[in-house]
């Protein structure tokens, strides 16, 4: 018997789907599914493929209640930029969670992973920063940097932006398009120290495998999210930083502790704290995030499946009819 499968492009999601307070609701809802049980979500399927500096991951995850499960395939080859290719790409598949036959094809080459990825800052920062940020600061100055600006904003419509990162010339400019799309001061700054120290809200959003943050510039009422890590070796920041903080919290600790910032300071031997809190858990008040406004706080961000799937069932559900509608 036939069935309808939707295919949508890139360009039809991006007319369709923004990076607003409903998707970073629909990413926090999935977080809180996560933490109450009855998910199931297998460890990312990571390849390295060093010959073509490239890498491949594969994220899914099923949740009680939701019509569907998606599998999202996200292929990062670095070399591309020299063959005049973009270095990321992808695609998300839609399954119904009745029958397993797929509903839909989001030929998204990332974008849905940008949205959720951004989405899931926001939702760290609205449950574990300060109420009130004046300065935020973003160390990185790729599309993911200005993405994460961009939803930290939604929740904590910070006063004054600083971007730092290796290359000064795309700081300034990374700094000119938020400040021009967000309609406050911002600047390039050429320390990372200085705009940990001058900030509330920080965010790291580099494939860096050396700490850009130290333990030592931590300072009362600071939040930290790290979204960089999300292949084993990264590191953003200093694993006693992870020691010193008052809470640090994962999006899941199983990837946190071969692919995140956890790694690093378990194989460094200082992690002593036990089972971190995740993410989750905090939402729907299993554990505690931030408790006084003089608390550091960390949330290591890894990526989930639940946010994939959480991202192509919210699309499926709120526009059956777009794309291209095939029988299958």
Known sequence: MAHDIQ???EAELRRIVSLDLTTVDV???????LASGGVVMPPILSMDLPAAHGEVDVKTAYIPGFDGFAIKVSPGFFNNPLLGLPSLNGLMILFSAQTGLVQSLFLDNGYLTDIRTAAAGAVAARHLALAVVETAGVIGTGVQARLQMQAAYLVRPFKRLLVHGRDKDKARVCAADLSALLGIEAEAVDS???LVCSSQLVVTTTPS???LI???WLHPGLHITAMGSDQSGKSEIDPK???AADAYICDRVSQCE?????EAALAAGIWNKGRPSELGEVIIGQKTGRQRAQDVTICDLTGTGVQD???ATYVHAQFPQAGTILQA
């Open 309 to 311: 799937t959480a991202i």
């Open 7 to 9: 295919i949508v492009t």
């Open 209 to 211: 495998r050396q700490p």
């Open 27 to 33: 990413i926090e809802a999935a977080f809180a599914a």
């Open 241 to 243: 930083a992870l020691m």
């Open 192 to 194: 990372a120290e200085t």
């Open 258 to 262: 071969v692919s995140g910032e956890l």
């Open 214 to 216: 130290q333990a030592e």
